[in-house]
């Protein structure tokens, strides 16, 4: 690997040199030339026509990049933009209930790609700067273009690539048009039927002068998941209890093992509604100035209700342990004791309404025959307005019979009930039920983009140095991020557990609990039922809201003074809180950035040897101004208790706000060769400096302080003075364009990236007093854990792609990535290792046919195993694949009808922490159908 690493720098640099040498005999491109550039954009209709769109895209542009252009007006490939990238050779995606919603390029996750909009970066709708493909409807997009490697003119931020997604505008139309589809799509889990459609209309008006577009898009699914999962944890030490008497323990324990502690069984449903529109104006005031005025609006809705059986092994009686060598063991079977079992039943409401609005102004004026510049103002704001919607309330039923697990079966555990009658989901078993938990909560984010471009080109005429790109960039970002819950200390009671401490005696009915009975949803087992106990959320909320319901809570170790007195307490904090409503929390911030980038571009042209050269090169100067702002609660005392070891935090009485400001300016050179080896054949090679600013979570400013002694003092926080992770590029690729419509490409790439954040701990000082018998200064220094700069890593890849059509009509494209690191987590040892998460192979296949009135694709998609993230254990994603297939027939030149398929295989997700016998979870969102009809006049 390093030799490949090596490799591809040596001879990025060495063609470059040898090729750069020869500008002395260089000659400036023939016009001739040119037109032959021009010949070779053919004009053909659907499948093949986005694939030669895309092709040109490809050849005649100034860096190495990708794409995927609409078949027609409004028929973009997939439903989703995500599901169509995931077919670009080095893109992969992430999903969200089944669908696409964040892209990862060239190994790197979301958070290391910029997207942008009509050349702008939209705001987005979470906590992060990824953002959130599923927000915008695929109807109102023309096409989109993945950059993987930089020019000067491109914005900064993504170390893996830039998205560059293009809607339409009026004058790409020669005469007035309207398009459109309407299509009904069918759940394959959930067996319901939804509406879909979409309208597009546009025009031309004073004598072509006035252009207007407008179009709108309505998509809504009603799907089901059905899940299994897991938590593996690591116990030093496990005693083994006697049989029906699980507080006794054997002589045997088992010692520094991982075993299961819970496993679930999960049945979601869930509604997504996206309503999108986007309007467009462009005016032509005369020969050299183009104004144009447009704007995007998506509403997304995703509602999920979700049911959970729970179990919880707390008491092992016996258990089977699987040796993975390196002092590493895990439990792989085991039965539970019975009389200490638990069985919880949990039912939470999820909501994502999410809105997404940008509006632009653009101006495209000819100053001189020499000099145009295009000016650029746009507006752009998403939120996620979650304050404190969602819920989860917990009952459960205790002390029952034990069951025989078994991890290591297949794709999910099997769970056998040593008493099936004394556990069954039935109407007698209600009366067992207890209340345990009950929490409300939610986020809101909002993100706003203020944005202003200034780009300049200036035509020379001279031999070889054909054109200069020169502008200004300014970008005003914020980012609100507020957390909502029930509060955990209201009179000294944490309301999100006082029924799981003290209401035992709390009976539960079939006024408040019903029963669903789906039975087996999960294939090759008869021992996962997803039979569950549903709480009527309303019903459940009134009676432990009731006051006559608060006074059967009882702690058994208070008196029955203290009992009432406990009681009073928790009744005045319900009644204070209104409840269990969710409230707005401290540690609430917001992230402030200004960005101002000034760079230059220069593109020269030339022959040598009878070949066609061009080079970009240019330089990126980016100016960086943050600032983070939030509510921190001051540690303002730490207290020794007589002569006690353990230490008393007292905090201030408010939160007070707390901001740090931080700026830094990077220099990002860039540098584009093509060489035309032939008409068809075209080698590039590139050299790029990159950046990816730290995630907005990472920079709040927050701290909690947790364990306290006069030894040891812990707290954790994040850190606004974070920098940018940075990257140096290296990229080659030869593409042959050896038919109108096919071609063959092959890519290698190296990224060597510095300064990944990661989480570490280092002493910090804090400014607090100390008092006590034995106070010392040396109390005030913590072991905090925040992340840091500090980690590097290299990157490497190549990328192979193969399009061909053949006359017949048929075709096909195949592509595979191949991608590696050198930051890789060491599974062999239990402490924590740097490693990079989402670096997988993908691999797609799309055979295709489109002659006359039919066309017709089947798409296969691949994804090797990944690594998803780096907590206290990490945690994979095992390889997936998956089918999807569109078939449509052209009645006329105004209507055709189609039918497709998502996921048509019906694959399966599935997780696994350290090993692939640390089950973490299975998830089956099922395939979904349409049919329907596309117009066009």
Known sequence: MQQLKTNIGKLTIAINLALLSSFAQAQQLDQKGADADQVERIEVQGIRASLVKSMNEKRFADAILDGISAEDIGKFPDTNLAESLQRVTGVSISRSGGEGRYVSIRGLGPSFSTTIVNGREIATDNSSRSFSFDTVASELVRKVNVYKTSNANLMEGGIGGLVDIKTAKPFDFDKPTIAGNVKAVLEDNSGKYTPNG???????????KLGLLGSVTYQKRESENYGVSALMRYFSSIPLREHGAPKVEKDETLSNVYRPQQLYRNYTQTSRERLGANFAAQYQVNDDLVLTLDGIYSKLDVNSLGQRSDNWFWALESAEVIDHGNDLRTVGKFTHADDFSGYGFRSSNSFRPSTTAMLGINAQW???DALRLNADVAFSKAKNDNRGLNSVQIIEMVNQSGYDVDFTVGDYPSLIPRDPAAVAINEANIAKLQPRGQTRSGSYYEGNNEQL????????????????????????????????????????????????????????????????????????????????????????WALLENPATIDLLTDPKKSDEENTLM?????????ENGGWTAQKRLDAFTIEE??????????????????????????????????SKGLITDLAELIQQDDKDNLTKIYGDSASADGADNSYDNWLPSANFTLKITDDLILRTAYSKTLTRP?????????????????????????????????????????????????FSLAAYRKDVEDFIITTTATEIFDIKVTGVDANESWKSFEVTRPRNGEDASIEGIEAN?????ESGFGFTVNYTWVDSDAKPDLTTRKKSFALTGLSDTFNLVAFYDQGPLQARIAYNWRDKYLSGLGTEPSFVKKYAQIDARASYEINDNLSVFAEAVNLNGETNHSYGRFETHFSSYSDYGPRYGVGMNFKF
């Open 802 to 806: 193969l399009t061909h059509s053949f």
């Open 453 to 540: 471009k200034l780009d300049f080109t200036y035509e020379f005429d001279t031999d070889y140095l054909v054109r200069a790109n020169f502008g200004a960039h300014y970008v005003k970002k914020d980012k609100i991020n507020e957390q909502y819950r029930t509060p955990s200390n209201l009179n000294g009671y944490d309301l999100n557990k006082v029924y799981q401490h003290y209401g035992q005696n709390v009976p539960l009915t079939s006024d408040v609990i019903s029963i669903v009975t789906p039975g087996n949803l999960f294939p090759n087992t008869t021992q996962l039922s997803a039979d569950h106990y549903v709480v009527n959320s309303n019903a459940l």
């Open 594 to 627: 200004k960005v101002l980038s000034l760079y230059a571009d220069l593109f020269f042209s030339g022959e040598v040897s009878g070949m066609q050269w061009n080079l970009t090169t240019g330089i990126r100067y980016s100016d960086t101004d943050q600032t």
């Open 366 to 368: 000819q100053i001189s």
């Open 198 to 208: 979409s309208i597009f209309v546009t025009d031309n008006f004073l004598d072509g």
């Open 695 to 743: 995630g907005l979570t990472s920079l709040a400013p927050s701290m909690s302080f947790g364990y306290t002694t006069k030894t040891h003092r812990f707290a954790s926080g994040k850190n606004p003075r974070l920098t940018p992770y940075s990257s140096e590029n290296f990229d080659i690729s030869l593409a042959w364009y050896y038919a109108p419509s096919s071609m």
């Open 567 to 575: 009681r009073e307490a928790i009744k005045k904090a319900v009644a």
